[in-house]
């Protein structure tokens, strides 16, 4: 199983980004999302899919970013839009298998939004 994110890069405040994460080699079902790691601060969630198909984003992300996938080419997407200084991060591609709960972890993209 792998996980290819591509689209990061840097952007000035207010500005927009769109991340891909490529996934292969998943043959069962299973859950996506994005996370995101700023320097000195835990991982988070940023947005993602639930178990039942649900979205859930980050309180501060919400109404800005939009996660989206394309099922049928295993790539999934978060649009990211009116973009802040904080919005800084390594932003990293997760899935997890639904069946074995087994976790995968892309290689990280970095966003850099500048004031």
């Known amino acids: 199983v792998q996980l290819q994110a591509s689209g990061g890069g840097l952007v000035r405040a207010g500005g927009s980004l769109s991340l891909s994460c490529a996934a292969s080699?998943?043959?069962?079902?299973?859950?996506m999302a994005w996370y995101r790691q700023a320097p000195g601060k835990q991982r988070e969630l940023v947005a993602g899919f639930n178990f039942n198909g649900s979205i859930a984003y980050l309180n501060s992300v919400k109404g800005r970013f939009a996660i989206s996938r394309d099922s049928a080419k295993d790539i999934l997407y978060l649009r990211m839009n009116e973009l802040k200084p904080e919005d800084t991060a390594v932003y990293y591609c997760?899935?997890?298998?639904?069946?074995?709960?087994?976790?995968?972890w892309g290689q990280g993209t970095q966003v850099t939004v500048s004031s």
């Open positions: 080699g998943m043959n069962l079902g299973y859950r």
């Open positions: 997760y899935a997890i298998q639904i069946i074995s709960r087994k976790e995968y």
